[in-house]
């Protein structure tokens, strides 16, 4: 009790008598007990109307009291011992790569801060996957990656020469800046360093394990899915956004902890606030387990003295911005500033000196507090647990970093403090040697290297450590979707539609079906999936506690504990970490899984960009479906919900092979060598295709086009009359493929032009060909140039035209491979709301504007008089001075 409340106590009497009983329930039946007692005199109190407080936050202390906590195993000094060697060698490694190239960077404050939490996890907490479950999966906090290969490097995993290349990746001789699995594919598990995504990511890891132990498909057992942060990252919207979902889905495998130094990279993180106690109470609002880790042993006995409660209450007014200055400024400053606020409190410390003040350790530094704290969250009461561990960046560095502002830009120390840091943690290396930065590896028959390596034999073998390959699948051949590669018999269909017929056949193969992981955000019905529902079941951690209102229908809404389908409610990024976690769970779980995200184009690469780049870094394998694709196509929706850019986004992304097909057949040929690629023959990349909402009659295959259609384009049809002397080449993607269709047919009646009709499934593809070629050709001089895929089907016969339902610079990439005439349309500008026809006027990519578009290379070659183009152009109303779409 604080000396406020004292004061404020108008019968002590009878609230001593109330605390006396509280105490005797305490020691007599425990604090479940207790917790009862107040939860229903809490609701006793709300029922008579009295105001009650509804703070979801506890004091400023630690949440584990010193008689709770459970005590650490094994020996300390010796992994105090080792945890001194990993910071020199973390401190080492940054500090050379910097000697040799000050541009290398590198940070060293993070780790210097979080040591201790991460030496307690791997020591007694982090399972390797040599065991009898998978692997532990581990979501390292980007900058502290020096200490993670520091640690790696003693036991003897990593060299000399791959700590000295640190930061310098290129020659595949050093260690990459932060976890990126695509460089170092046996080493990390996830990528982490973009903020805010590692955080969200593990809350779907943790999911979907919970989904796949549901389905019966892994037995995942106690395994526990971690995430390190800072609290500063807290502020990305990704690391707290789906902490709801956890606690929802009582997800006891999944721990958050949160390195709350106080500090982000410019300063205090809630200088004039605590960081801590909004993190408490949002956390603990989520339905969270929240464990503050904030103090360390050093403070127990003030605390035993703390009768009055008044170092409690010191501890809840002091800002982060004041705990800052005290680890800056010293144990006098702290003294005086700190406990001198109180006589009661400068009474408690008369008998320490400042040292020992300024030795008074923080929770997240104290092994013994935070192997109490995991072994808490560690639990699995149903709940998934956040703790909360107060550190000091730049512990140890003294001067040059301890509690600065300036922490996390600091890449090396200056003599004085490398000399202190050496001395404070006990490494055995001369003053001679220490201008060199000398790493230090004890003997392999050391003390120290026999305990570092029992501990990991214990936990079932390194960590962390990434499976590169699973078992391959036997993928259905072409001929299991014979139905989706034949025509429509006249009835029409959207390409959505054909893309969840393939679906539903993947889904029904009696090999794979059951690893086909359906993917929504909130938007089945919207693509024609809700036949699914019924017949596969949505995913509830719950299974489904009502009657559906619709449950008399065929198509009911159903939930289910085992469901396949995974409905992510209106949340495209949780969606695309569900896709991404199944698209990883070859390598985290040795189990192939084929997610397929369906949700609207503009929601997709737009709106969680940064996802889908760490897909390509994870090496995920799976497909992403941009539905309702197209700038004109989804017609009603107006500017946001249309997409004529996603394929320029998904190019960007290096292994994501992206496809927009038109007609069913090509779908059904891409979607089946895609399985081929990632499922068969494990091929590191991911699928992107776009499909429309737009309906229309489907052709038969033509004959010999599978080829062509996974290269990137064929050709679809030709009119030709040996008559005829001029000649174009036509070419379309999606949608507008039928528009580029009908112009050829205009072309033909109305002007005696032969041509060739191209479809086009793939720019990107296209592009990536003729870029691989021209790059062999430049380093080959000598040699017999190679021909391009493009100027193989294209070239000698005639102008090209391209028009699609994307931004002009889609088709425009081809370009460079193109000897012609080459006039590119596309939807330049933002979208709008009208009909298709005006819409693909109004972006001039219809198939007037290809029949003029023709005309008019035909004439910039001299084949035909510029007044031909003049008179279609009043022939087909096209207004000359027409604003430009782009501008308005």
Known sequence: MTEQHILNDVDPTETK?????????????????????????????????????????TSYRNTISPQDEKPLPGDLFMERRIRSIIRWNALAMVMKANRVDSTLGGHITSFSSAATLYDIGFNHFFRGGDGKQEADMVFFQGHISPGIYAR???????????????????????????????????????PTVSMGLGPHQAIYQAHVLKYQQSRGLIDHGDRKVWAFLGDGECDEPESLGAIALAGREKLDNLIFVINCNLQRLDGPV??????????????RGAGWNVVKCLWGRHWDPLFEKDTKGLLAKRMDEVCDGELQN??????????????????ELLEMVKDMSDDDIMNLNRGGHDPYKVYAA????????????????????????????EAQN??????????????????????PISDEELKDLPYYRPAEDSPEMKYLRARRSELHGAFPARRKASEALEV?????????????????????????RVLNTLVKDKKIGHRVVPIVADEARTFGMEGMFRQLGIYSAEGQRYTPHDHTQIMYYKEDQKGQILQEGINEAGAMSAWLACATSYSNSNYPMIPVYIYYSMFGFQRVGDLA??????????????????????????????????????????????????????????????????????????????????????????????????????????????????????LGSGVILREVEAAAEMLFNDYGINSNVWSVTSFNELRRDGLDVERWNLLHPEAEPRANYVSDCLNGAGPVIASTDHVKLFADQIRPFIDSTYSVLGTDGFGRSDTRAKLRHFFEINRYWVVVASLKALADDGEIEASVVQEAIVKFGLDPEKPNPVTC
């Open 406 to 427: 300036t922490a996390h830009q600091t890449k090396k120390l200056d003599e004085e403090s490398l000399a202190m840091f050496r001395d404070k943690f006990g490494i």
């Open 326 to 343: 005290y680890k800056a400024n010293g144990g006098a400053y702290t003294r005086e500033h700190f406990f001198g606020k109180y006589p």
């Open 17 to 57: 008598e109330w605390v006396d009983a509280l105490e005797s329930v305490l020691r007599e039946e425990g604090p479940e007990r207790v917790q009862y007692i107040l939860d229903r005199l809490n609701q006793e109190a709300t029922k008579a109307g009295a105001p009650m407080p509804a703070s979801i936050t």
């Open 270 to 283: 809630r200088g004039n606030g605590k960081i801590v106690q909004e993190l408490e109470g949002v956390f």
């Open 613 to 730: 780049y760490a897909a390509g870094d994870s090496r995920a394998r799976g497909f992403l479906i941009g539905a309702t694709a197209g700038r004109t196509t989804l017609n009603g929706e107006g500017l946001q919900h249309e997409d004529g850019h996603s394929h320029l986004l998904a190019g960007t992304i290096p292994n994501c092979v992206s496809y927009d097909p038109t007609y069913s057949y090509e779908v059904a040929v891409i979607v089946q060598d895609g399985m081929r690629r990632m499922y068969n023959e494990q091929e590191s990349v991911f699928y992107y295709l776009t499909v429309m909402n737009e309906n229309y009659a489907h052709e038969d295959m033509p004959e010999g086009a599978e080829e062509g259609i996974i290269k990137g384009m064929y050709k679809l049809k030709e009119h030709t009359k040996k008559a005829n002397k001029k000649q174009v080449q036509l």
């Open 476 to 500: 259905p051949s072409l001929e299991a979707f014979k139905a989706q590669i034949q025509n429509t018999k006249g009835r029409e269909i959207s390409s959505t539609m054909a893309f969840v």
């Open 152 to 190: 790696s490097y003693i036991e003897g995993r990593l060299t000399d020469e791959q700590l000295d290349n640190y930061r310098r990746e290129v020659d595949g001789k050093g260690l990459s800046s932060y976890p990126h699995p695509w460089l170092m594919p046996d080493y990390w598990q996830f």
């Open 374 to 401: 995991y072994a808490e969250a560690s639990k699995n009461d149903g709940r998934p647990t956040v703790v909360l561990a107060q550190t000091v960046k730049g512990y140890g560095m003294f001067k040059a970093a």
